[in-house]
């Protein structure tokens, strides 16, 4: 079965822009959750949504926000944006929530410049 | 408050050497904990978990909960184990799993 799919792969924004990843989860996967991934912080937690609602919230301002549809499918939204902002976004679809495994895409890296 | 810790960022052995990655957490209930890896160029995968206690590319990892350790294991390392290593922590019945900030392990020839 397919994987789980972000697009775009790559992304170059200028400061103060806003920028929207998308992510496609596993089919039948109904929970979907964002990461951060910087060299030196690793993975930082953004959000989990499961149903359509967002079950937890990491430690991020509120430029940082996201939503999922009702197929699943999820979106991030960053709004002006930070030279800090640069990583790599990872999304991860699992079956269900709590305890299970997380199967991950490949990613957006966004670079603001 | 729920923390996944893994002291080193860096882990150099030679090949056939034994490696341990370290991992130590804190929740105050039962978590289900994992082994995710990340070779190059690839995604992020699950390499193992505690529950299925099964050995993995000949990887081991056991929970110690009077220690709330769950440390990666190979007696012997092999090159192509080289790679980014995350433990992580999710509580049963929550919504979030917390990773650690990843070791990254290089074997040498």
């Known amino acids: 079965k397919a994987g789980v799919t972000q697009t775009p792969r790559y992304l170059i924004k200028t400061r103060g822009q806003q920028v929207t990843l998308s992510c496609s989860p596993i089919?039948?996967?109904?929970?979907v959750s964002w990461y951060q991934q910087t060299p030196g912080q690793g993975l930082q937690f953004l959000f989990e949504?499961?149903?359509?609602?967002?079950?937890n919230k990491g430690n991020f301002p509120g430029r940082f926000s996201g939503r999922q549809f009702s197929n699943s499918r999820s979106e991030m939204n960053v709004s002006t944006l930070e030279l800090g902002d640069s990583a790599l976004y990872l999304c991860a679809s699992s079956l269900t929530t709590g305890g299970t495994e997380a199967f991950f895409g490949q990613g957006t890296r966004l670079t603001v410049v | 408050a729920q923390r996944v810790t893994q002291p080193e960022k860096l882990l150099s052995v030679f090949k056939g050497a034994p490696v341990e990655l370290k991992c130590n957490y804190s929740?105050?209930?039962?978590?289900?904990l994992f082994w995710y890896v990340q070779y190059s160029r690839q995604r992020l995968q699950l390499l193992l978990r505690h529950i299925s206690r099964e050995s993995i590319k000949g990887f081991t990892a056991d929970l110690n909960k009077g220690e709330t350790s769950f440390h990666l294991k190979k007696p012997f390392a092999q090159e192509e184990d080289s790679a980014m290593y995350y433990c992580a922590l999710a509580p049963t019945g929550g919504f979030k799993t917390i990773f650690g900030a990843g070791t990254r392990l290089f074997v040498k020839a």
């Open positions: 089919s039948g996967h109904r929970s």
């Open positions: 949504y499961f149903s359509e609602t967002q079950r």
């Open positions: 929740y105050s209930g039962s978590p289900e």
